[in-house]
């Protein structure tokens, strides 16, 4: 029943690893968010999606790729991944873009740890 | 640039008590705003949101906020403090229109005392 589900919950790497992070949502909403909440619980947008088109970078590192293969899903790539990359990663969903007519729905964060 | 400022970190408040807490926005046209709230280890919630009409918006779990136009001010309040409340809350502001996007406060953490 879980709305937004994002995978995994943790994720402790070393510097200079390649990771991913996966979303779903079974809302059937048409837009995905990505957002990065760092150590002091400061929340920003990275990317967003709708219907599988990029709308937003948020001008992150090209070392993140989004890759939205269908509605449902909104992945995250990291290459080569630095200790600034540290931080809980969020993903979001709403009907309409940008998340002002419709509210947003958050997974529940993916804690990265790069050491 | 639109902005959000939540001017206090953290609040203490005994259970049963009033709350408020501040939010100043910055936005150069008629703003959405919003008050989200975060338990710890999970996803941002929405509580209430505001566009138009009346200044003063109820949510969900007994919180309202009121907008000041002339304050740029949406602050949130609920008449009586639950422990269950204890958690992290966010202001935040954005605009419509296919890139707009919401930018988010730094947040207020409120504890709730027994």
């Known amino acids: 029943d879980t709305a937004v589900s994002q995978t995994p919950k943790y994720l402790v790497t070393q510097m200079g690893n390649d990771k991913s992070i996966k979303c779903e949502q079974n809302l059937g909403h048409d837009t995905m968010y990505w957002y990065k909440q760092d150590s002091k619980k400061f929340l920003k947008i990275m990317f967003s999606?709708?219907?599988?088109?990029?709308?937003i970078n948020e001008t992150v590192p090209n070392r993140f790729s989004p890759k939205s293969p269908d509605k449902a899903h909104l992945n995250l790539h990291i290459n080569s991944l630095e200790l600034g990359d540290s931080a809980v990663y969020f993903c979001?969903?709403?009907?309409?873009?940008?998340?002002?007519?419709?509210?947003?729905?958050f997974g529940n964060g993916t804690r990265l740890t790069v050491t | 640039a639109q902005s959000v400022t939540q001017p206090d970190i953290h609040i203490t408040v005994s259970e049963g008590a009033s709350l408020e807490l501040r939010c100043n926005y910055s936005?150069?046209?008629?703003?959405?705003l919003f008050w989200y709230v975060q338990s710890p280890g999970q996803g941002l919630q929405l509580l209430l949101k505001y566009f138009s009409g009346d200044t003063l918006v109820q949510g969900i779990k007994g919180f309202e906020a009121e907008f000041k136009r002339s304050q740029s001010s949406f602050n949130l309040r609920k008449p009586s403090v639950h422990w269950s409340d204890a958690a992290e809350y966010f202001c935040a502001v954005g605009g419509t229109g296919t890139a707009s996007k919401l930018t988010f406060g730094t947040g207020t953490r409120l504890q709730v005392t027994l």
């Open positions: 979001a969903s709403s009907q309409d873009p940008g998340g002002s007519n419709s509210p947003l729905h």
């Open positions: 999606y709708n219907n599988k088109e990029l709308i």
């Open positions: 936005y150069g046209a008629t703003p959405y």
